[in-house]
């Protein structure tokens, strides 16, 4: 599989450990930056390039990193084809999480969701709060788990990608 790759300063040496991580796993690592570290950089230039690689088709997946992923994934989802999600780190579900009022005890569930239910082709990494090891957890189940395909989460996609 092609992934963009792309973060600002503060997750610049996670990015690092990722692209060996994914190329190590066989899939073709795209970095769209930053190269060297610049506590000044703003993300959107280099989100914005990874962002595009996803929409068009040139990228099948795009993950990017920041200080805490918010304003990566934002700058990702102005882009129309980007379903672009947000992982904080592990978390256990509180109430139900799925149609048959099943609680998962999985602290990865959300990852899962993301995929299953959202078809998210790129996921922005909290830097400041999720670690190396879990951060190459939740990818690796991320770049795993299927769209699940069912009509109603198809059906809400294509109102996202709606013009």
């Not at 602290?107 to 951060?135: Q, T």
Request: proline residues 5%.
């Amino acid at each position: 599989m092609k992934i963009a790759l792309a973060t600002d300063h503060a997750g610049l040496n996670q990015a690092k450990d990722l692209k060996q991580y994914l190329e190590l796993l066989g899939h073709e690592v795209i970095d769209f930056g930053p190269k060297t570290l610049d506590p000044a950089d703003d993300y959107p230039d280099f989100i914005a390039p990874a962002a595009k690689s996803v929409a068009s088709g040139e990228c099948q997946r795009g993950l990017i990193l920041g200080g805490s992923g918010q304003g990566e994934a934002m700058a990702a989802n102005r882009f129309k084809g980007v379903r672009c999600a947000v992982f904080y780190g592990p978390a256990v579900a509180l109430r139900p999480v799925d149609a048959e009022g099943d609680i998962s005890r999985d602290p990865y569930e959300i990852i899962k969701l993301e995929r299953l239910h959202n078809d998210a082709n790129m996921l922005s990494l909290a830097a400041r709060f999720v670690s190396l090891r879990d951060m190459k957890h939740a990818v690796q189940l991320w770049l795993d788990t299927p769209f699940s395909n069912e009509e109603r989460h198809a059906r809400r996609i294509a109102k996202l990608d709606k013009e």
